[in-house]
């Protein structure tokens, strides 16, 4: 099995890390090394000096790609959920792997249902204004237009949507 | 094959990087996966934002650490070179990976011979007071209480200090 990085974009609360956790048993169950990278595993090691200004989080993206590429390139699947908003990031984020390495996955969740969700408090604090710059918000989510998988979570179940994902990365050669 | 992380540890110049460049393609002949990490490579992408402060270069080993033990349990062997100076960060680093997967090459080299290969000039201009805290001549180099390794490269090829390296890590039951 070759190497590839499943990139889940979407907007906080979207449902990419539920997705990704998911996915992850169900692809070591098929033979297939996997590691999973998101904000909650990063920020505690490789990078925890980063904040989540602009810069900031582009610096985290940077630094996450790093380590995506490398396990890419040897035959592991990596499971990045981060909500990584802009195509100029995901456009760069795709360049630095290896021709056939990045599978983009829009998690195409409308804001009012991660509005509704919110696991975190994160938007209620953001629409309150206690928190800046929050993507959905006040600060934008460009739909990607390059995404290379585009999922639906509204009314659908974890699972559903994860077999989707597998038919789709079966289709594209990624997995048999 | 399982994956380790190869470490060499050594004074500047002593030969980490150059022992590591030539142990790279024979392994790859040997059909092993090989990632290289030294500093050259890393301060370009992962670490860029840091200096040579020692709370800098802990950092920077930290950062490394955390990328070589994804690749080493994923069954790569990762060449890492970096002076890391200190028993209590080379601890650290192996306490990191999972059990056995981390081999210390100690390359002991007498500081003599170091400054006098000194490829860079580093060494000249530690002693004339131009960089300072330099490991070897105003900051300490700790010989290595728990290397896996020790080699001696003072009039010896590095083809030679290899096939060492090669019989040792066979010994050890890393490679076949």
């Known amino acids: 099995m070759k190497g590839f990085t499943l990139w889940f974009t979407g907007l906080p609360s979207s449902g990419k890390s539920a997705l990704a956790d998911?996915?992850?048993?169900?692809?070591?169950?098929?033979?297939?090394?996997?590691?999973?990278l998101d904000g909650d595993i990063v920020?505690?090691?490789?990078?925890?000096?980063?904040g989540f200004s602009k810069e900031d989080r582009r610096t985290n993206l940077e630094r996450v790609t790093f380590v995506a590429t490398l396990l890419a390139r040897n035959d592991v699947a990596v499971l990045?959920?981060?909500?990584s908003p802009y195509n100029d990031i995901r456009h760069w984020i795709r360049e630095q792997h290896?021709?056939?390495?990045?599978?983009?996955?829009?998690?195409?969740?409308?804001?009012?249902?991660?509005?509704?969700r919110d696991p975190r408090g994160?938007?209620?604090?953001?629409?309150?204004?206690?928190?800046?710059?929050?993507?959905?918000?006040?600060?934008?989510?460009?739909?990607?237009?390059?995404?290379?998988?585009?999922?639906e979570t509204v009314?659908?179940?974890?699972?559903?949507?994860?077999?989707?994902?597998?038919?789709?990365?079966?289709e594209l050669g990624y997995i048999e």
Chains 1, 2 share one sequence.
């Open 22 to 36: 998911d996915l992850a048993p169900k692809l070591r169950d098929m033979g297939i090394k996997v590691e999973r």
């Open 122 to 151: 994160n938007y209620k604090k953001a629409l309150a204004g206690e928190i800046k710059s929050f993507t959905g918000i006040d600060d934008p989510f460009e739909d990607p237009d390059d995404a290379d998988i585009v999922i």
């Open 43 to 50: 920020r505690k090691t490789l990078t925890k000096d980063l």
């Open 98 to 116: 290896e021709d056939g390495q990045f599978v983009l996955v829009f998690v195409n969740t409308p804001v009012e249902t991660c509005i509704e």
């Open 155 to 170: 009314g659908r179940s974890i699972e559903e949507t994860n077999d989707e994902i597998l038919a789709k990365l079966k």
């Open 80 to 83: 990045a959920a981060f909500v």
